[in-house]
């Protein structure tokens, strides 16, 4: 059928076409007959008018082994206009609208094995209706389209294409795209809102190594809605093969108006793809929810969940991304809408530049379910959400900052820095490296396992890298977890309380410049060395800056042994493990200082245990004890009170004093009928220098007997 005018001012109006092939011979297992040809025409300022139309070229019917007759090729050559009632067309082969397409009617079209293809301006003049497109091997939109709605469902989609040259809209319903491969090179965006406002994109495994599904950079999807307190459409894209968008997603909410004054809703964005090999590639992911009206005292509206997930060991790829899902602004009392949450359940790599996630200042969490890396900076923001790596979820990245109320770590190592904010609870596993670069948990620290930091990368840092507990820092409950530090030349600060809650294991500080110690310090022990990197002297060698006490510290199980250049003790020590467990060694390059009114003490805990020892030691500087030393044998009500620790103070320069308050070393007493008391354990002072006792008492005496016991024996002062 071929119509076709010449005349400028000639239209053609049309209600029903149909051509058909005959069907074959009952019988016969022949094919059907071929449909015949629709080409409709006009002069180029002539209209195509569809008016309730069905235009259909469909093959006759086979018999047996037959094949059904071909369909036929449906091209309208000029501007079609859609008047009144629904349009339908239905073949195996092409539809063509080669010009504009404009009409307020619904538009269902089907291809088969053909393509559909608009070329011109649809709903350029007026907004189509609901457009469907049951089925085409393969959709090209080329200029841009708006109608009420638009779908090409999954069911019985595309097996080839879908092409997007031209903005795609709708306004009151939802937007369906179906086909093998996606192309996206052009706007996709509904304002319809809520359940009619989904965005829902089907593909395959795409073809020739493309993307199954691709957005152009520049270009986006976008939701929202046009009636206040409507939450915006979804975004849902699910494929088979990779996903590659280069544009951006979006889903905003719509601010609230002076009758509903709470901004709406944002809509969650979902991306899934299913083959072993599929990747997913995004720049930029945004929901969030709408402002409230001005003057309203009403809430901000919520942001919409992003989640992202490939199959077991595939990545996403965030490339200079910004993913966000955050609330939107209240306005006078009313608060900030909701943050939701974002879930990599995927690997994800860093390309392209830095990449931040946020759920902004308020609710929404943050989850890595695997490992993440890249030579690019991450930042993640959960407000008063958390941010959780699962475990698996490693990190290799040039920069780490991560903030949220509870912050749940793996192993991370950076180029750069890495900094842990937390409101809540900073939970670790495992190490922590950097190549010089500085690491800080700002926040209330649990070690669930043996935390290990190190700011040298394994020696290999130029630079040096300072660590800092801004917080307090703990074992988990009912653990002793260790903690080794590795800054090389940088320092490291505990600012908060350590091991208050449940003390550390052993805490071995393997190289520093400066270590300050802010408030009270419990572990099992306390150790501060560098091992010699020469194998052939062996022993330990000192961090180089200065040790500063400024809160008690107390050992449990082991020893207090420091090597530093210097030794500044404005706090206590003290050892309950006894015997040489309990032993407190200083050794310094430089000055040792003990404040007045603070002490060093070595008495167990337990019943009868001698009591650890303390050796003070330096090459070149003064040793200046203002405060006391103190080492008692623990008391003893089964036998023999425990012995006192003895107690040396060396120092090697000639210039070098050594200056004491009070020393007292003691046995332990015994209150077991007629025990004995402990010894005492000797005292020694031995200085290139003078000796300057400042109004001291130096004791050496045994602990008391009980009954006909002996009390036990002083000891040497030297």
């Given at each position: ?287 969030s929810g709408g402002a409230a009206y001005a003057a309203s005292n009403t809430k901000g509206g919520d942001a919409g969940s992003i989640a992202l997930t490939t199959s077991t060991s595939r990545w996403v790829e965030l490339d200079n991304s910004t993913i966000s899902a955050a609330g939107g602004a209240g306005d006078g009392s009313g608060a900030q809408g909701a943050g939701a949450n974002i879930t990599f359940d995927a690997e994800v790599d860093l390309v392209g530049g830095a990449s931040t996630i946020t759920t902004g200042d308020t609710l929404g969490t943050v989850t890595f379910k695997g490992s993440f890396g890249g030579s690019q900076d991450l930042t993640v923001i959960a407000g008063t959400g958390d941010v959780v790596f699962e475990p698996g979820a490693i990190g290799f ?322």
């Open positions: 059928v071929t119509i076709d005018t010449t005349d400028a001012a000639a239209t053609i109006t049309i209600s029903e076409i149909i051509t058909t092939g005959g069907a074959s011979h009952t019988g016969s297992n022949a094919n059907g007959g071929n449909a015949g040809a629709i080409t409709l025409a006009t002069h180029a300022d002539g209209t195509i008018t569809l008016d309730d139309s069905t235009i259909t070229a469909t093959g006759g019917a086979e018999d047996g082994s037959g094949l059904q007759g071909a369909g036929a090729a449906i091209t309208f050559s000029n501007a079609v206009k859609l008047a009144t009632g629904s349009a339908v067309i239905d073949t195996s082969a092409n539809i063509t609208f080669s010009d504009t397409l404009d009409g307020a009617q619904d538009l269902t079209l089907t291809a088969g094995t053909g393509y559909v293809t608009f070329t011109g301006i649809v709903g350029g003049g007026e907004r189509l209706g609901a457009v469907t497109i049951n089925q085409s091997y393969r959709t090209t939109i080329s200029s841009a389209f708006s109608a009420a709605s638009f779908s090409q469902p999954s069911v019985a989609g595309g097996t080839s294409l879908f092409q997007l040259d031209g903005d795609l809209d709708t306004d009151a319903g939802a937007i369906t795209i179906s086909n093998a491969t996606v192309d996206l090179n052009a706007n996709v965006t509904t304002t319809a809102g809520g359940a009619n406002g989904l965005v829902t994109i089907h593909a395959g495994s795409g073809s020739k190594g493309a993307p199954a599904v691709s957005l152009a950079s520049g270009k986006s999807i976008t939701t929202t809605a046009a009636v206040a307190g409507t939450t915006s459409g979804a975004i849902d894209i699910n494929s088979k093969g990779s996903v590659n968008l280069q544009g951006e997603l979006v889903t905003t909410g719509v601010a609230g108006d002076s009758m509903a004054g709470s901004g709406a809703t944002g809509g969650a964005v979902t991306i899934d793809t299913g083959n072993s090999t599929a990747t997913i590639t995004v720049s930029d992911i945004i929901t990245v040039s920069s780490l900052s991560v903030s949220g109320h509870n912050i749940t770590l793996r192993d991370v190592t950076t180029v750069g820095t890495q900094t842990y904010t937390a409101t809540g609870v900073i939970d670790t596993n495992s190490t922590y490296i950097s190549n010089g670069a500085d690491i800080e948990f700002a926040g209330a620290t649990v070690a669930n396992s043996a935390l290990g930091i190190d700011t040298t990368d394994s020696g290999m840092a130029t630079t040096d890298g300072n660590v800092t507990f801004t917080s307090t820092l703990d074992s988990d409950n009912g653990e002793t977890n260790n903690l080794t530090i590795t800054a090389g030349g940088g320092d490291i600060s505990f600012n908060g309380l350590v091991g208050d809650s449940q003390e550390l294991g052993t805490v071995w500080i393997a190289s520093a410049h400066d270590v300050t110690i802010d408030e009270a310090f419990k572990a099992q022990s306390y150790v501060q060395y560098v091992e010699n990197p020469d194998p052939d002297e062996g022993g330990f060698l000192r961090t180089t800056g200065t040790l500063t006490l400024s809160g008690d510290m107390t050992t449990s199980t082991g020893l207090v042994g420091i090597l530093a250049a210097d030794i500044d003790l404005d706090a206590s020590i003290r050892t309950l493990a006894g015997s040489t467990h309990g032993n407190v060694d200083l050794d310094a390059t430089g000055q040792i200082d003990l404040l007045a009114g603070e002490s060093i003490t070595t008495t167990a805990a337990a019943e009868g245990v001698d009591s650890g020892g303390i050796t003070i030691y330096t090459d070149t500087g003064s040793v200046n004890l203002a405060g006391d030393l103190v080492t008692t044998g623990a008391a003893n009500s089964a036998g023999q009170g425990g012995k006192g620790g003895e107690v040396g103070i060396y120092t090697v320069d000639a210039a070098a004093t050594i200056t004491v308050s009070d020393i007292t070393t003691s046995g332990g007493a015994s209150t077991l009928t007629d025990g004995n008391g402990g010894d005492a354990g000797k005292i020694t002072f031995d200085s290139g220098g003078t000796i300057t006792l400042d109004d001291s008492t130096i004791t050496a005496a045994g602990g008391t007997e009980d009954g006909s016991g002996a009390q036990g024996a002083g000891a040497d002062i030297t």
